[in-house]
């Protein structure tokens, strides 16, 4: 994350950013938005702010945090990955209401220095009395603040719980914060091992391989519910809410039996963006993908569906009105 982060803060001119979670950061390539949108004389630049491990439901909790409207002067646009397949819910405030902080790629950037830095640590750290006398140290010192950074880096891992297991198929962080990864025909072995690994899941989480309760969806959409937040934190701040459903691989999509639940919720999410006077996109199940070329495994796409998809996405925003009225502001 840090180079990320590094990159977006190096300028003050990103007109729009793409948020959500890996499937945003592997497969959204803002320049190819903003080719499309030129195309139409608007001449803008995009910032792809997708976090791996950082799903809708996390993410809505750090927003006030990240500041963005704030931090980016002039955003307009708001462009927020929907995956169509997946429960959400709204998380508590704080570790001690009961915060789900266990997640391995989670847990691990909560208790970083960067968490620290971005004022995030609060969410996987206990208010016991310890924290009352670490907390005036950490803000006066970067060694306090820094420890578990500098002793990973003098000593090592030494807990298998260090580790974070992921596919070693990365080609590269973009400067517009996008990640770029391989084929999955380019890796092919890893990716299989990586698929079979998520469908022996089943055993331990079974409730996820199957279909939605039908009012999942209807409940997240209620007045003042999960999509009214990440709406009304962009409108008042006068930034414009684009929500489009995330390009997820039907491999995944089939495997948990969810080709009807995206459908339905698609439409739900129709109704309510045109209910609240904003936008939502979707493409499609991305069937007509190769799924050794365009995806990078059995949930992401690869640079080279990065790259399509994208073109697709800008197309769509270039044909909105509400899209254009903004950025042509």
Known sequence: MDPQIKYFEARNDWRFIALGSSEVKW???????????AV??????????????????????????????????????????????EEKKILPSSFDEGFPCNGILQKAVLKSAFAKDYGLDHFCSSSGWQQFLVKPWEKLSSIFRYRQA????LLGYDRPTDLIGVISNSLGQYPNGFHAHKAAKDNSQEVQIDYQRFLADKKTHPQLFQPMEPQAWPTLLKQDGFFD?????????????????????PLMIDARHR??????????????????????IDLGIMDRYDKLIYYSDHRHLSVNGAVTYS???????????????????
């Not at 990240?66 to 002039?74: A, D, E, V």
């Not at 500098?150 to 880096?153: A, G, H, I, V």
């Open 40 to 85: 139409k004389g608007v001449n803008v630049s995009g910032f792809n702010l997708g976090f791996d491990g950082f799903n809708e439901n996390f993410y809505l909790s750090i927003l006030p945090f990240l500041q963005l409207p704030k931090r980016s002067s002039q955003l307009d646009v708001a462009l927020i990955g929907v995956n169509l397949v």
């Open 150 to 153: 500098m002793r990973s880096l």
């Open 27 to 37: 497969g959204i390539e803002p320049s190819q938005i903003a080719q499309d949108l």
């Open 229 to 249: 937040r990440w709406a009304n934190y962009f409108i008042d701040s006068q930034v414009l809410p684009v929500f489009f459903a995330l390009p997820t691989n």
């Open 259 to 280: 080709r009807e639940d995206y459908q339905r919720n698609s439409q739900l999410m129709q109704v309510w963006a045109e209910k609240r006077n904003i936008v939502f």
């Open 311 to 329: 073109r697709e996405l800008g197309n769509a925003l270039a044909a909105n009105p509400k899209v254009l009225k903004v950025l042509s502001n």
